[in-house]
């Protein structure tokens, strides 16, 4: 299976993703093509419309304190929901769909998140810090929410002023 990352402004990042029923071979074979392609676009998140699968699926793998991005650290999350919510935290986000571009954007600061491993088992997590705001922006990616559509008008207009100007750079190359 080979995956390729959607950019806006691709309309399918706008899609509302679909509940999984099946954790099946196929399932397996998705969450493990999208790690590949996340990780060899040095991301550490990715949602599964992200690569133009519109199911509620997400992973996540953090950098530990040393900046190392551990196996051991992937996190796969099917059919997510936050449980509970406190706080506010703002973190200079980016995203594999918007490339080049990072802006502030305000999030819950901890949350407990409900969700399926890829077998279908029921977890629990408590999230703070970056894992708390990565799991937040992958989960819009579920309701088909960029965090660019987060920024207030004038931060967006700067946006798509950027966006434009760096189309016009890649049709020159
Ligand atoms: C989402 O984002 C996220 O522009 C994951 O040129 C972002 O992995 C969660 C990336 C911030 C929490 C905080 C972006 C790679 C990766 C780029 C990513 C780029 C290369 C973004
Ligand atoms: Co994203």
């Not at 999350?77 to 986000?93: D, H, R, V």
Request: glycine share 6%.
């Amino acid at each position: 299976m080979k995956l390729i990352i959607v950019e806006y402004p691709d309309k399918r990042l706008k899609e509302k993703s679909i509940r999984v029923e099946k954790f099946d071979a196929n399932l397996h074979e998705l969450l493990d093509a999208m790690y590949r392609i996340m990780i060899e676009s040095n991301g550490i998140g990715l949602a599964a419309i992200q690569v133009g699968y519109a199911k509620e699926v997400l992973i996540l793998n953090i950098p530990n304190e040393e900046g190392e991005q551990l196996n051991d650290a992937l996190i796969e999350m099917i059919n997510p929901l936050i449980a509970s919510k406190n706080g506010q935290t703002s973190y200079q986000e980016g995203c594999l769909s918007v490339p080049s571009f990072y802006e502030d954007i305000i999030r819950h600061e901890t949350i407990s998140v409900n969700y399926q491993d890829r077998d279908g088992n029921t977890k629990t997590i408590d999230a703070e810090g970056l894992l708390s705001v990565a799991i937040q922006h992958e989960m819009d990616h579920l309701n088909g929410i960029l965090f660019i559509d987060k920024l207030s008008y004038s931060r967006r207009k700067k946006f798509e002023k950027e966006f434009k100007r760096v189309q016009k750079e890649k049709k020159r190359s």
